[in-house]
């Protein structure tokens, strides 16, 4: 079954020096029992394509062209009342920073009551939502007490962990997370991901979409991997394929640049990637990785790769592939 | 490595009071002891709350210190004059945007730095001395000078602020996270760049940060704050290849690797904020192998192997438990 | 959070950060609307000496109590006197006192706030108080008791006793800013470059903080106005010579409400509500600028 459809999507913000194009181009699909990992960097545009895919866009960001369909619903022509329904059980989004989205003069517990209300939940779901809350917040390390505060009294991080509590508490079929970890400790992250992989083994949480820069959890978290760059998709396929033989010269480049424990520079030197993140208002020609690319050729500056196939479920877009066509 | 001690650090202590009649006491440093030899790399690895910010403003004679001391090449550092003193020390902060005033081109802090640290040069002179410290950290002066911090990247403003600590030539540098906030894919081209200070110019550095896998991979020597005080310390590899402190292991364990997954589960409670003084291990209540002797005495920073040292009574036990990440 | 998400490099621009805000603030409609007429009636005072029929406008030129005609544009006042060139007169003394009181105000509230926001300290804890202290006197009430004191003080010693008490809200925002600036990153690496707590003042600090010193000088020139215009009405302005709200007292006391005649008190009423409303704008407008939130993009 699909839940997620996502057809040639195209979201532009459009500001005074011109469009900036943060997703340029991205299709996928997402089936149940699906994690698809999106990693990227700055300039990547995965934070707004989080955000396109949970329609909470605003202007000046704007949808140009392409689907998003939930279920083959497109989300972005659906009546505001189905839109409202899809919310937090259909499609839900754990925003960046969301540590920040919490009302800070309301009691944890009434901010989880009033989400509850809010999404027509009866009195019997009502009691049932607020006793699974707590179970999950000792999951997630919170301590007891921390429903019953307001939110200004606890620390970031804890409210960083109430806020993804908030958000799969209604068990959406699709969770959107966009760096639900990025301003939490290594502790404290493991146990979110170990938390949302619990969601995800027992069937609270049908599929999920994680975004995120490391690169490295998204290994143990996904089980298909997008990589992002200047706005487009770049590479893609089950995740252990894409992480045991990257094709794309970037995803090549982003594996050699991530030191390890234990991995000495006097050992072993790693290089990084030259030259500095893309701009999406004005983007390189061609391929939009081609000024950073130790392999680029003279087509490659010239016109924008098309997406090959390379065998399985995988795709990668780069002109060194083009004869691997399937 | 030669022979100078740089720093001796002994049993610094930094409290600060806070609260209504400034009763309530945060113990940000206790008892922490290490030292710095001229031309090594130490990480300073910790999470929030580890103090290791505290930590590093002491050192720059931001703060000072409640109990105590800290010798710089044998001076306490009360007796140092600032001037001579950042002659020698030098930071580079976390956020390269805040660290420009918006204001002004960056190349206002270098040559601020040459005026104060070359007093006697002319000003061509200043101007080279300049040049050529962007030209060490790897940028082109002619396209840096007379940009404003809007018009460049994260990693090229850091790589500026590295070249304003060269053109003083220190001999310690102090690097507070200053890769958090650049692209994983960039770090470790600033990472490469500190080891050919270290290499070419005999700087020691001092690189805090959150990140243990970073953390490896420049240091000679590493220290893992908790709650303001000492875990674990001492060469990089023993550490990282014989964890002996229960807290470094929980860390070790917690990072997400690309060559394997986690197996098991960690079960942690929350890391609550406590002020006030806290009797024995600060890492007794997160502690599997916690008993009533962690919780009532603090135990000291003992040897465990040459050039290895771990705060914790039951050091050997839990290193016999250690089973690799 | 120590730990925080690399940042997006924002749209390049070969300017500082100067011509940007000012050609913003040229195309705002409240600045450059409240800018102009507040020019215009500043205009007014300035030329008053040369374009006032009667440049001795205590002087009675005809019959009291005229109604405006071609000769007295405005009417006579109950003495005969010229009310143009008084409203002339008065527009260039009142703005002087406001301007002037501002001035002070303003100086010694960046003082105050800058330097002990900046040292901390010992000296912070003494101007701190010094602020408390001078906040919670009722200013109105203590100008009129230093204006009955000193009777009919000149214009500029009214200036410098409405200047003095008018500054301790200043010195409140500015000693937040000076706060907040002391610990950004730019003020230690300006630190560790060797620059002196002056300079650093000076140079690092003060140009952050000059469009909100705009704002502020803009608001407290509101404010010394009214305060300005109140003593003056009461009668516990100056003498001698003639303000918008001398103007205003004399018309009421000598029965302009009463027998309406409005030309005597109803122009220099306007003048007040219309620098008041101009300075409004120009601070609004400009804290729209600066405070590109508030726009509700």
Known sequence: MKLLEVKDLRAYYFTPQGPVRAVDGISFDLEEGQVLGIVGESGSGKSTLGSVLANVIRPPLRLVSGQVLYRGSNIYSMDPEKLRQLRARGISIIPQYAMNALNPTSRVRDIIRDLLLSHDASSDELNYRLKLARERALQLGLPPWALDRYAIELSGGMRQRVTILISTLLDPEVLIADEPTSALDVVVQRLVIQYLKDLLDSGAVKSMIFITHDIALINEVATDLLVMYGGQAVEYGPVDEVLGDPKHPYTKGLMISIPEPGVRIVKRPLTGLKGEPPSLLSPPSGCRFHPRCPLAMPICSSEEPPVVSVGGRRLVKCWLYRGERG | MSGEVLYEVDRLTKVFSTGFFRTTKIYALNNVSFNVMEGEILSIVGESGSGKSTLLKVLLKALKPTSGRVLYRGVPLERWDNRRYWKEVQAVLQDPYSSFNPFYRVSRPLLMAAKTYMPEASEADRLKAVREALEFVGLNPDEILDKYPHQLSGGQLQRVMIARALVIGPKVLLADEIVSMIDASLRVNILNLLYKLKKETGMSVLFVTHDLSLASYIADRILILYKGEVMEYGDVEAVYSRPFHPYTQLLMKSIPLVSRRWTGRITSTTIEFKTGYIRGCVFADRCPLATDVCRATKPGLAQVEPDHYAACHYASKSAGLWKGI | ?297
């Open chain 3, 1 to 297: 959070m120590s730990r925080r998400l690399p940042r997006p490099r924002r749209a390049a621009g070969p300017q500082g950060v100067w011509s940007p805000l000012l050609g913003s603030l040229v195309r705002e409609k409240f600045f450059m609307g409240g800018l102009i007429i507040i020019l215009a009636v500043a205009l007014m005072g300035l030329l008053a000496p040369y374009v006032a029929p009667s440049k001795n406008f205590l002087a009675t030129v005809g019959p009291p109590n005229q109604p405006p005609s071609l000769k007295y544009p405005l009417g006579t006042t109950g003495f005969g006197q010229d009310v143009l060139s008084q409203l002339l007169f008065g527009t260039r003394n009142t703005l002087f006192v406001a301007t002037v009181a501002a001035l002070i105000a303003t100086l010694i509230g960046l003082a105050l706030g800058v330097i002990g926001g900046f040292l901390g300290g010992a000296v912070d804890a003494v101007f701190n108080f010094l602020t408390n202290t001078f906040l919670v006197i009722p200013t109105f009430t203590i100008l009129l008791l230093i204006a009955t004191i000193v009777k009919h003080p000149s214009l500029q010693l009214e200036a410098i006793i409405i200047g003095a008490f008018g500054w301790p809200w200043g010195a409140r925002a500015y000693r937040s800013f000076a706060l907040s600036m002391r610990s950004r990153d730019y003020v230690t690496v300006a630190r560790l470059n060797g620059m002196s707590g002056l300079n650093i003042a000076l140079t690092e600090v003060l140009p952050q903080m000059l469009p909100y010193i705009a704002i502020m000088l803009v608001m407290t020139l509101n404010g010394s106005l009214m305060a300005d215009v109140g003593l003056d009405a009461i009668g516990l302005g100056p003498g001698n010579t003639i303000t918008l709200g001398l103007m205003l007292n004399y018309a009421w006391g000598w029965g302009a409400l009463v027998y309406n005649w409005w030309w005597w008190w109803l122009p220099p009423v306007l003048v007040i509500i219309l620098i008041a409303t101009s300075l409004t704008a120009v601070a609004m407008g400009m804290d729209r600028v600066f405070n590109p939130r508030l726009r509700g993009t």
